[in-house]
């Protein structure tokens, strides 16, 4: 929860990088150790009638490359043992 005056952690990614996502995961286990939950709700879309090969491409590289790149870099990071169980949650849209 937030408390009047403390100010929220954050730290800024992006998710098409892999060593973005890897210096997340260092953030995370310097600062906290480990992580109960995963929430991937990283997404992009075009508008428009444009949509070619590049369009495409960047559309995949974050809905699918990014979600990939952070969870490979989160997962070791869940905490797991006999009375926690972690999850990992996958938000999309259509």
Not at 82 to 88: E, L, M, Q, V, Y
Request: net charge negative; hydrophobic share 40%.
């Amino acid at each position: 929860s937030r408390e009047a005056g403390r100010p929220v952690p954050y730290h800024v990614l992006d998710t098409t990088s892999k060593e973005s996502a890897a210096k997340l995961a260092e953030w995370i286990n310097i600062n906290y150790g480990s992580i109960d939950i995963l929430v991937n709700n990283a997404g992009f879309a075009y508008h428009g009638r444009i949509f070619g090969p590049e369009e495409a491409r960047v559309t995949i590289d974050v809905n699918v490359h990014g979600m990939i790149n952070v969870t490979e870099a989160l997962v070791p990071y869940l905490r797991y043992n006999s009375t926690h169980h972690p999850r990992i949650v996958n938000v999309c849209s259509m």
